[in-house]
């Protein structure tokens, strides 16, 4: 890909972006300017960059990963043809030596000096699948609903063992309970539905539930963060993302800690992938021997478990690559050890 001769850097806030424009060329020559953020404010800024002679095909914009303070802003200027390149601010934020000044302007500028020093990293963005924009909104509520209803069940625990008590105050609990739970059960029918109607997702759904200790909510977790498989198909990327993988720390013969993980990152997907390792370690004949024989060696509990959910998204990932579903017992054999009779 040829390198762009002009990089947008916009800074997006819940009302206002700001901009900022860097040529290549010179590399000094920078303009800013800040726009609303909402559909006029996105013609403003359409207009403004065609008067800094800033043209859709030899231009990048680029942007920090915000949420839905950015969204609409990525589909209006992928739908101007635009390249939209949307990157993590921690990332951004470690280009920089820290600065006194903080303000929209120096944050816009900043984001421009970034896609001009590290073009070759940045991570294009496109408009997501329908269906699993669809499923990650409901799985986003579903999470919501989870947590409140296990607040509501530990008030309510809390209140039946006091002495006085109001009968009144458990019904309302008892109520709210009940409601969120048909709730949850409202969403799972929906992704349920949404799973049957779409081939690539039901494929995808089928192969990753044959895994032992593999349910539909994990399986749709893991698709939707990884889009379907098409961001990432290797198990240490999505291990590392979420958080899971073992990291090295140690430094000459003086700086030495165990190797642990960050536990930061998706933190639904790393309790899901925690509750589907403790079930294999306990129901699975293999896994339990795994486990079992860890364990005896002075492994940490909690260790062995994140090992198993480590060898659990390989066996993920290795089944999405095979486009295959999970065979019991199976073991690979190197061709060249096979003697042919």
């Known amino acids: 890909m040829e390198r762009a001769k002009t990089i947008v850097g916009i800074d997006v806030g819940s009302e206002s972006v700001s901009v900022a424009v860097m040529h290549t060329v010179t590399q000094k020559e920078k303009q800013e300017q800040k726009f609303s953020n909402n559909g006029e404010g996105f013609e403003e800024l359409e207009q403004w960059l065609h008067s800094k002679s800033v043209q859709p095909d030899q231009s990048v914009v680029v942007m920090e990963a915000t949420g839905v303070y950015g969204e609409a802003l990525c589909y209006y200027l992928c ?21 006194a000044h903080k303000n929209d302007t120096v944050d816009a500028r900043q984001i421009a000096e970034y896609g001009h020093r590290f073009y070759d990293e940045l991570q294009y963005w496109s408009p997501p699948d329908v269906v699993l924009e669809q499923v990650r909104e409901l799985l986003s509520a579903r999470e919501q609903f989870t947590m409140q209803k296990i607040a509501n069940i530990n008030a309510l625990k809390s209140l039946q063992r006091k002495i006085i008590t109001s009968v009144t105050a458990m019904e309302a609990y008892e109520q709210t309970i009940e409601r969120l739970q048909q709730n949850i059960n409202v969403i799972d ?77 998706p933190h639904r997907l790393r309790k899901l992938l925690y509750l589907s390792a403790m079930s294999v370690a306990t129901h699975n004949e293999e896994f339990r021997k795994y486990y079992l024989r860890k364990v005896a060696e002075g492994k940490p509990k909690r260790l062995v478990l994140n090992n198993v959910a480590n060898k659990l998204l390989k066996i993920v990932c290795a089944l999405v690559r095979s486009e295959t579903e999970y065979i019991p017992h199976y073991r690979s054999i190197n061709p060249i050890l096979v003697k042919v009779s």
Do not use: W
């Open 79 to 99: 739908s101007r043809r635009y390249s939209v390149a949307v990157e993590p601010p921690l990332k951004v934020k470690r280009a920089f030596q820290h600065s």
């Open 189 to 265: 029918k929906e992704i349920k539905r949404l799973e049957k109607n779409d081939d690539s997702f039901h494929q995808l759904i089928t192969r990753l539930t044959s895994t032992p200790g593999i349910g539909m909510l994990l399986a749709s977790n893991l698709i939707v963060m990884t889009q379907g498989f098409t961001r990432t198909r290797k198990h240490k990327e999505i291990a590392s993302f979420a958080g899971v993988s073992p990291i090295e720390h140690t430094s000459g013969s003086s700086v030495f800690r165990k190797a642990r993980s960050r536990q930061f990152g």
